[in-house]
């Protein structure tokens, strides 16, 4: 009975060491866990596959954009030089044109007076003055100019208008005919030519104020800085979905390998509770048959029985003995369980602040 107590006594005073060490050992344990899932939260970037050909080609698209945007515009520029020249050209054209033309008038004008002096006539004779009456009316703009004629010059046309025009009369209106055509040649040239010019002017004042091709540069830079933001943000979402993945894939090994060892351990700790109340029946037995050989040796003392009391002090002691070594055997188990089962309990609350977080 007094080692039974005993026993009691130190299986408290050890619970109370093994708590203290287990706290150690679950604190240390904890340390272990979180340096084995920062190890696993560790990612190389060399380790990811997260769609680099894609990422390759949207780069390549973004700077094919870009190219294109600047060929664009150096499209868009050789053509307005090309049209720039075009006009020039055709400036110069119409101004060899007009100088034909001025040159067709001159001759024209030579001709004409070759005709007065061909026909023998002057500027103050009849025949002349009425082909200047005649052109009066036909180079006049106004369709009532023979209304506004005075009175002898109407009278003197209509007797033109009958007799009709002369020989020399009718040359000199033809030619005045061809001379008419050139002047219109030549002021069409003239209003074409300033719409040229202006156009020209409009144009060039125009692009010396946008700049086509450095809007178009930077304007391309931009596009590719824009798009490299982009590559850098969709890299960091595939990063991060990558990431996570591989952190929730190590949190569930990690509490798969917990429960198993927590089952493991509650396995091991049943059989050695097991183990534990058949020593402490057996410890009980043996108490038990030491009584009753206190018992028996008493009595034989009352009697008289020496011999009977040597025979029995002999087997007491035996007995004795073997008890004591079972004893501290079953001191040494109980103190191991007391262990295990404190470390498991402490690992077992490790194990839930770790799902917690």
Not at 18 to 46: H, I, M, P, Y
Not at 200 to 217: C, F, G, N, W, Y
């Amino acid at each position: 009975m007094n080692k039974l107590t005993g026993i009691q006594g130190n299986s408290q005073s050890m619970f109370t060491v093994n708590a203290n060490r287990a706290g150690r050992l679950d604190a240390d344990s904890l340390k272990e866990q979180a340096g084995s899932k920062k190890k696993n939260s560790t990612v190389f970037a060399g380790d990811l596959n997260m769609g680099q050909d894609s990422i390759l080609a949207k780069k390549q698209r973004a700077q094919k954009e870009a190219m294109k945007m600047l060929k664009d515009v150096f499209d868009a520029d050789m053509k307005t030089d090309a049209e720039q020249k075009a006009r020039e050209q055709h400036i110069e054209e119409m101004k060899r044109q007009n100088e034909k033309a001025k040159s067709g008038l001159k001759d024209i004008q030579d001709m004409q007076d070759n005709l007065m002096e061909q026909y023998g006539l002057t500027e103050d004779c009849q025949e002349h003055k009425d082909l200047e009456l005649i052109r009066k009316i036909r180079n006049s703009e106004d369709p009532f100019a023979k209304d506004k004629l005075s009175k002898e010059e109407q009278e003197r046309y209509e007797k033109i208008t009958e007799q009709g025009l002369t020989e020399y009369q009718e040359r000199v209106l033809s030619l005045d005919e061809a001379a008419e055509e050139l002047q219109g040649v030549m002021a069409d040239n003239e209003r074409e030519i300033a719409i040229e010019e202006n156009t020209i002017e409009s144009t060039d004042m125009l692009r010396m104020k946008k700049h086509p091709m450095k809007d178009a540069a930077k304007n391309a830079a931009k596009h590719l800085e824009a798009a490299t933001k982009d590559m850098i943000y969709d890299l960091y979402n595939e990063s991060k979905e990558h990431i996570d993945e591989k952190t929730e894939e190590a949190k569930e090994e990690q509490k798969e390998k917990a429960e198993e060892k927590k089952e493991e351990e509650k396995e091991e700790a049943v059989r050695e509770a097991k183990e534990l109340e058949r020593e402490i029946m057996l410890q009980k037995a043996q108490g038990n048959t030491q009584e009753r050989v206190e018992e028996q040796a008493a009595k034989a003392k009352n009697r008289g029985q020496v011999s009977m009391q040597n025979q029995i002090n002999g087997d007491v002691l035996g007995e004795i003995s073997d008890g004591a070594d079972k004893s501290a055997e079953i001191d040494q188990k109980i103190k191991d369980l007391l262990d295990k089962l404190s470390l498991l309990q402490e690992d077992l609350k490790g194990a839930a602040v770790n799902d917690t977080v």
